[in-house]
């Protein structure tokens, strides 16, 4: 019939995904309608397998987890890196904190080194010490991992130790070690607790001591001269008055027992004719203390003679080989006795090692090779006669280029 349409292909396979299910009848498998559709080629399909929600938020906890340690690792780096930056020269004085004995202020010229003290960019404070009129030194620095509203500081205690002595006293106790040596003449270690007891102090191994007196010449000659003035008899001299034996130590004497204090007790001694020059060397014990951390980082890395100058990134090279010349100046400007005006006109001559050699295997004779560079003229920097380079040093850079023995001398004049 014209009015009748033909279901094509696709109407088929539409059909073959429509299931009649009669509600009097009990559901079996359904049957396409329509022609068969062809079996499915390549593995059958398996089934979806349904997410355990337990293990997928344990894979979410994993991931918060490790981003927190991510960002705390970030963190603890940066603060580090901060931390590095305080320990430079130039702000690592802001750390330090002197902690000076409330005994050091007794002296009327105390004043003077407080003085000198307070120019320095740290902090300083007076507290009671472990030994009487000490000096010790502390380190506050910013502890990682500490939050903006709560910043923590970490202190540490510096080992240096100056105790400071009166003249009188470091007399009395230099002559008492010195008399141990000649009562007992077999003994082998001196008694270093007659200078500075040390019995009693907690942690005194692990600290480095050292002694400072104020006035000590000064001390001598006015002793010496009361010892002028008094009388003569004995017994017309007053018991305080009388000269201890110390005041008789010579020069010689006192000298071969601050020997002894170095040799034995890696101890010190520092002689000061003024409260100011006492602020002064406090002054710089406390610099040296603060760029210690900063110079052992700096000697612990590879030729930490080239940490600053010119000399430290050497010359820069570029893709096109611009700066190739200025290392092969700077390179000849090593050998001893070489200025960079020698150096210059050396590379000037000969721009590359490959174009030495090159000139070198153009040479004839060895004696040749040797005077290659010694007519190459040198022009002064100061304006004065132009020289040359010389055969001594020519002969010095043909032995480097070509000589293959490492133990072999260039240089016969050291």
């Given at each position: 019939?014209?009015?009748?349409?033909?279901?094509?292909?696709?109407?088929?396979?539409?059909?073959?995904?429509?299931?009649?299910?009669?509600?009097?009848?009990?559901?079996?498998?359904?049957?396409?309608?329509?022609?068969?559709?062809?079996?499915?080629?390549?593995?059958?399909?398996?089934?979806?397998?349904?997410?355990?929600?337990?293990?997928?938020?344990?894979?979410?906890?994993?991931?918060?987890?490790?981003?927190?340690?991510?960002?705390?690792?970030?963190?603890?780096?940066?603060?580090?890196?901060?931390?590095?930056?305080?320990?430079?020269?130039?702000?690592?004085?802001?750390?330090?904190?002197?902690?000076?004995?409330?005994?050091?202020?007794?002296d009327p010229g105390s004043d003077a080194w407080v003085e000198v003290l307070n120019s320095l960019d740290c902090k300083c404070s007076f507290e009671p010490q472990a030994i009487p009129c000490s000096i010790t030194w502390r380190r506050n620095m910013p502890s990682t991992l500490s939050t903006q509203d709560a910043p923590t500081v970490k202190s540490e205690e510096e080992k240096e130790v100056l105790v400071l002595v009166e003249p009188e006293d470091l007399l009395k106790r230099l002559f008492s070690l010195s008399q141990s040596f000649v009562k007992n003449p077999s003994v082998t270690q001196p008694d270093l607790e007659q200078v500075l007891p040390l019995a009693g102090v907690e942690g005194s191994s692990t600290k480095a001591y050292s002694l400072a007196v104020v006035g000590l010449d000064a001390y001598r000659r006015r002793s010496q001269e009361q010892r002028r003035r008094q009388p003569l008899s004995p017994a017309k001299?007053?018991?305080?008055?009388?000269?201890?034996?110390?005041?008789?130590?010579?020069?010689?004497?006192?000298?071969?027992?601050?020997?002894?204090?170095?040799?034995w007790g890696n101890m010190e001694v520092q002689f000061l004719d003024t409260w100011q020059d006492f602020g002064q060397h406090v002054s710089a014990l406390t610099k040296a203390i603060a760029k210690r951390p900063y110079k052992q980082q700096m000697e612990s890395q590879e030729l930490p003679f080239c940490t600053a100058g010119p000399w430290a990134s050497g010359v820069r090279v570029e893709k096109d080989?611009?700066?190739?010349?200025?290392?092969?100046?700077?390179?000849?400007?090593?050998?001893?006795?070489?200025?960079?005006?020698?150096?210059?006109?050396?590379?000037?001559?000969?721009?590359?090692?490959?174009?030495?050699?090159?000139?070198?295997?153009?040479?004839?004779?060895?004696?040749?090779?040797?005077?290659?560079?010694?007519d190459i003229p040198v022009r002064s920097d100061t304006g004065g006669r132009d020289r040359r380079v010389g055969p001594d040093l020519s002969r010095r850079i043909y032995l480097f280029m070509v000589s293959t023995d490492p133990n072999l001398v260039l240089d016969l004049s050291t």
């Open positions: 019939m014209a009015g009748d349409e033909r279901p094509g292909p696709g109407c088929a396979a539409r059909s073959a995904a429509v299931w009649v299910i009669s509600e009097s009848e009990p559901e079996s498998d359904p049957q396409p309608r329509g022609p068969a559709s062809p079996p499915a080629k390549g593995p059958a399909s398996r089934p979806r397998r349904r997410k355990d929600p337990g293990e997928a938020a344990a894979r979410r906890l994993e991931r918060e987890r490790r981003k927190e340690q991510e960002a705390l690792e970030k963190r603890r780096r940066r603060e580090e890196a901060a931390a590095w930056r305080l320990l430079r020269p130039e702000r690592c004085l802001r750390l330090m904190e002197v902690c000076a004995d409330p005994g050091l202020l007794k001299r007053r018991p305080r008055s009388q000269p201890g034996p110390e005041l008789a130590m010579t020069q010689e004497e006192i000298l071969e027992t601050l020997v002894v204090l170095q040799l080989g611009t700066g190739l010349w200025q290392v092969w100046k700077r390179q000849l400007q090593q050998f001893s006795r070489v200025s960079p005006a020698t150096a210059a006109a050396i590379a000037a001559a000969y721009p590359s090692p490959a174009l030495l050699l090159k000139a070198y295997q153009d040479c004839s004779t060895e004696d040749e090779k040797r005077l290659l560079l010694s």
